[in-house]
């Protein structure tokens, strides 16, 4: 990353743990989203990473996110069940949805659960890797403000919901993490922050029309991946993640960029599958391993280049940074630092040294 400083994960999580603490927010539950939001940075997803820290701290300092929020599990059946974040950091809500799914998959050999009155939940990998080590597959989304047009519309109505999985195998697990627009809102804030141009195929202005002007696509609408089948995807997974949470669905979920201190409103769900209730855990383990060494050994469009399976890159790039430091751009570590000087003082050196 060019123009860019190198911070050690230790050093950034600690400096996030004291700005939250800053804000009331429990220390246990300030470490759970440091946790995540590193996680992000370490894995290369810079969009969902500390970058969102100022944005969290803004809405905690204006009264739209509860510091001390409870998460608790208001309604079940059996495999099912859904959460009430209490309004809280998206991290915590999101981290009860998936232990909840996790222990009622073992159970039950699979679970549903919907969080509603949450916020944006940073890292969706983050979630499903959790799944992963317990053993069992893990699938998630979130919703989010208006940021995609419906098909033929003008006016951005659903949210370019993410959506993740992770599977476990005999080594690393297979993870999946990604958008459902062609380019997550993430990317465009980033591009914004930096003063930088972004493609002409990510987004369209107020008016409908493409743009590569950042600040202009963030008044628009994101494009979704694949067109209209993007769209239908975007359209389904709106329905597991906020339909059934009982929570605000689109277009009512509010911006993250709202000055007003109201609650966002975001749903999210989380889906766990164990392995053992449809087979013995080797022979599961033996097929996905044999899926991927298939995959892997299928005949090259360039030699020279091997062919890499969903999460291979991010784990070559948690190895480098969890070495060499995570690099932040210039203009975001003057942001952290200048909310480190509203809210912690004492924490700015942890940026500066």
């Not at 230790?10 to 440091?34: G, Y």
């Not at 804030?189 to 930096?194: G, R, V, W």
Request: aromatic fraction near 4%; proline fraction near 7%.
């Amino acid at each position: 990353m060019q123009g860019a400083s190198l911070h050690p994960a230790a050093q950034l999580h600690a400096f996030s743990v004291a700005l939250l603490r800053a804000l009331e927010v429990p220390a246990a539950d300030a470490a759970l989203v440091a946790d995540c939001l590193v996680a992000a940075n370490l894995n290369g997803v810079d969009t969902h990473g500390v970058a969102r820290l100022p944005t969290y701290l803004r809405r905690l300092a204006q009264g739209a996110i509860n510091p001390r929020a409870v998460p608790r599990v208001v309604r079940e059946f059996a495999a099912t069940a859904v959460i009430d974040g209490d309004n809280g950091l998206g991290p915590l809500a999101a981290h009860l949805g998936m232990q909840e799914a996790i222990a009622r998959a073992k159970l039950h050999g699979v679970s549903y659960v919907t969080v509603r009155a949450s916020n944006h939940f940073s890292y969706a990998a983050w979630y499903c890797e959790q799944a992963a080590a317990a053993g069992l597959m893990g699938l998630c989304s979130s919703g989010g403000e208006p940021t995609v047009a419906p098909w033929g519309g003008s006016q951005a109505f659903f949210t370019n919901s993410p959506v993740a999985f992770a599977a476990p195998t005999s080594g690393e697990p297979l993870v999946v993490d990604l958008a459902t627009s062609v380019a997550s809102r993430g990317n465009i804030l980033l591009a914004e922050l930096l003063g930088q141009p972004i493609p002409s195929d990510w987004a369209l202005n107020a008016e409908g029309q493409p743009t590569t002007d950042a600040a202009a696509a963030l008044k628009g609408s994101v494009l979704p991946m694949g067109g209209a089948k993007g769209y239908a995807l975007i359209v389904a997974l709106e329905v597991l993640n906020s339909v059934l949470a009982g929570g605000a669905m689109a277009p009512e979920v509010k911006s993250q960029a709202a000055q007003d201190g109201k609650p966002a409103g975001v749903s999210h769900f989380f889906i766990a599958i164990h392995p053992e209730a449809l087979m013995a855990r080797d022979d599961y383990l033996a097929r996905i391993d044999a899926l991927l060494a298939r995959a892997r050994a299928a005949p090259r469009a360039d030699p020279d280049h091997p062919i890499r399976l969903p999460g291979e890159r991010r784990r070559q790039v948690a190895a480098e940074r969890s070495a060499r430091g995570i690099p932040l751009p210039a203009k975001l570590v003057e942001e952290l630092c200048g909310a480190a000087q509203r809210h912690a003082a004492a924490a700015e050196h942890l940026l500066r040294s």
